[in-house]
């Protein structure tokens, strides 16, 4: 009371406050001190009290935001994406959808990221809205396709509308980029079977199976095998 703006006693007070869980008190203290330091423009002393207060707050999504606002201000946009793509997911695990769209559109606005992206994208397709995430994927296409994680996100939902050829397009571009990906293979000898397309299937399975054979991983090789032949015996 004799003197307001000792910085020392009133960060004591607050730790005081902390060890008592009286959260809202320290959070008043912290926050007070952070957004003068912010005025001053000291962003590095003012993320040090965001980040405090979410030792003791890890909910708090507006404080979440300030940390993620002052590491971008500190050029360091990787661990500014973390702190997004947190409080997204505290949003998403109260279901509140909308909350976590507005988030994930703001935060994409300050720095376009392919972890943001696919976050959002993956937020509409739960809420079955899929039009909505291939528009999402068609406005960052630049982005999508330096991503697999979005590439796949794309196939799927291609096949999802059955869009054939758009999807083994998409595959194929996968297949370029990681040839044994087991996942992507089968997803795209899926499609060349339903296309009737069986030697297209073998003949995408063929330098994986040989390579297993080789390796004595003869079970893996097999089932490669047997995945084409369920389709067609011959």
Same mark, same amino acid.
């Given at each position: 009371?004799?003197?307001?703006?000792?910085?020392?006693?009133?960060? /004591? #007070? +607050?730790? *005081? =406050?902390?060890? $008592?869980?009286?959260?809202?008190? !320290?959070? %008043?203290?912290?926050?007070?001190?952070?957004e003068k330091y912010r005025r001053q423009n000291d962003p590095g002393k003012a993320l040090a009290l965001y980040k405090r207060i979410l030792e003791f707050d890890r909910d708090n999504i507006s404080i979440r935001l300030q940390v993620a606002e002052n590491l971008l201000k500190q050029s360091l946009p990787k661990e500014a994406i973390e702190e997004y793509i947190t409080a997204a997911d505290s949003l998403l695990n109260k279901k509140?959808?909308?909350?976590?769209?507005?988030?994930?559109?703001?935060?994409?606005?300050?720095?376009?990221?392919?972890?943001?992206?696919? /976050? #959002? +994208?993956? *937020? =509409?397709?739960? $809420?079955?809205?899929?039009?909505? !995430?291939? %528009?999402?994927?068609?406005?960052?296409?630049?982005?999508?396709?330096?991503?697999?994680?979005?590439?796949?996100?794309?196939?799927?939902?291609?096949?999802?509308?059955?869009?054939?050829?758009?999807?083994?397009?998409?595959?194929?571009?996968?297949?370029?980029?990681?040839?044994?990906?087991?996942?992507?293979?089968?997803?795209?000898?899926?499609?060349?079977?339903?296309?009737?397309?069986?030697?297209?299937?073998?003949?995408?399975?063929?330098?994986?199976?040989?390579?297993?054979?080789?390796?004595?991983?003869?079970?893996?090789?097999?089932?490669?095998?047997?995945?084409?032949?369920?389709?067609?015996?011959?």
């Amino acid at each position: 009371r004799v003197s307001p703006g000792d910085e020392e006693a009133l960060f /004591k #007070l +607050a730790e *005081l =406050y902390v060890k $008592q869980n009286l959260a809202v008190e !320290a959070n %008043k203290i912290y926050q007070a001190a952070a957004e003068k330091y912010r005025r001053q423009n000291d962003p590095g002393k003012a993320l040090a009290l965001y980040k405090r207060i979410l030792e003791f707050d890890r909910d708090n999504i507006s404080i979440r935001l300030q940390v993620a606002e002052n590491l971008l201000k500190q050029s360091l946009p990787k661990e500014a994406i973390e702190e997004y793509i947190t409080a997204a997911d505290s949003l998403l695990n109260k279901k509140d959808y909308p909350g976590a769209e507005k988030l994930l559109l703001e935060a994409l606005v300050k720095v376009k990221n392919a972890r943001l992206i696919k /976050k #959002l +994208a993956v *937020l =509409y397709i739960i $809420q079955g809205q899929d039009a909505k !995430a291939l %528009k999402l994927l068609g406005n960052f296409n630049t982005d999508v396709f330096k991503s697999m994680d979005l590439l796949k996100i794309l196939a799927e939902l291609y096949l999802k509308q059955n869009r054939i050829d758009q999807a083994e397009k998409i595959y194929l571009q996968i297949i370029n980029k990681a040839p044994e990906n087991i996942e992507i293979l089968l997803s795209l000898g899926k499609i060349y079977l339903q296309k009737g397309e069986y030697d297209g299937a073998y003949r995408l399975f063929l330098p994986i199976v040989e390579k297993r054979k080789a390796e004595k991983n003869f079970d893996e090789a097999a089932n490669l095998l047997r995945f084409i032949a369920a389709s067609n015996e011959t």
